[in-house]
């Protein structure tokens, strides 16, 4: 009796346990449904929360429907600092006309060409003119100073009398003649092409040039009150002789006499004012 209710109560112990499996699956099966509402609850929140994007304003009515392209606009000219213009560069398979200022410089060479051109042509005037000889380019003068021997570089140009000071000069040649300075010659430096001047002793009663020019371009002038010879540049010439030649003194018995020359390019008013400043009639 004793071992048929242990069995009993043994086999009993199944139905027990089932009532509780179904149980432990029906709250397994709530939790699972708990967690998938919260989980669509949160989805839905985020979902709510996201910002919305904007989306593209439709075109207007009057609008085409296909895309219009803006051409590009055509490369204009800028001005640089300063104020001046900067002419546009073509693009491929455009022609630019050529520009005022080329075109400017091309006809001032041409100009020039044709009158150097011109006045070579001409005869070179040779023979005198008022206290002044023309030699030709290539004659030596014959009115310099004579010295038996070849000349020595001289010493102490600034106490002979024919040292000049002039701003910028540099002193390139000092010849003497037994101890004796008898010309001095100097360049100067600047942006118009510079000058060549000098000061020499004189010796006869005329003074010769070798000027190179016809004889309109020859011209009998003074400067500083005495006489002088000028050469005007070729008209419309870009670099061309312009020189003055000056007789300061004449010679006697007592002394040589002395001449003073200046050669620019194209600037016979700067060969005077040059010319001025070493006789010093001009600061």
């Not at 499996?21 to 929140?45: C, K, M, N």
């Amino acid at each position: 009796m004793k071992s048929f209710l242990g069995r009993s109560l043994n086999s009993s112990r199944w139905w027990l346990a089932v009532p509780a499996a179904v149980a432990v699956a029906l709250v397994a099966v709530g939790i699972a449904l708990a967690a998938y509402f919260a989980s669509e609850a949160t989805d839905g929140a985020s979902v709510a929360q996201e910002p919305q994007q904007p989306t593209a304003a439709a075109p207007a009515a009057s609008s085409s429907l296909a895309l219009a392209v803006t051409p590009e606009p055509s490369p204009q000219p800028t001005a640089a600092p300063g104020g001046a213009r900067v002419e546009a560069t073509a693009t491929p398979g455009e022609v630019l006309p050529p520009s005022p200022v080329s075109q400017g410089k091309g006809d001032a060479v041409e100009r020039a060409k044709q009158a150097t051109e011109a006045d070579r042509a001409k005869p070179r005037f040779t023979g005198e003119l008022g206290d002044f000889v023309i030699l030709g380019p290539d004659a030596q003068p014959a009115t310099r100073y004579p010295c038996p021997e070849p000349a020595q570089p001289g010493t102490n140009p600034e106490g002979s009398e024919l040292y000049f000071s002039l701003p910028g000069a540099v002193i390139e040649g000092v010849p003497s003649c037994q101890g004796t300075i008898f010309s001095i010659t100097a360049s100067i430096a600047d942006e118009a092409g510079g000058a060549v001047v000098g000061r020499a002793y004189l010796l006869a009663p005329r003074l010769d040039v070798g000027f190179d020019a016809p004889e309109e371009r020859l011209k009998l002038i003074t400067v500083g009150g005495k006489p002088a010879l000028a050469e005007l540049p070729i008209p419309d010439c870009m670099v061309c002789n312009s020189q003055v030649a000056v007789i300061e003194r004449f010679p006697s018995e007592a002394a040589p006499g002395i001449f003073t020359w200046v050669r620019t390019f194209n600037d016979l008013d700067k060969a005077i004012a040059l010319a001025e400043q070493i006789m010093g009639v001009r600061q």
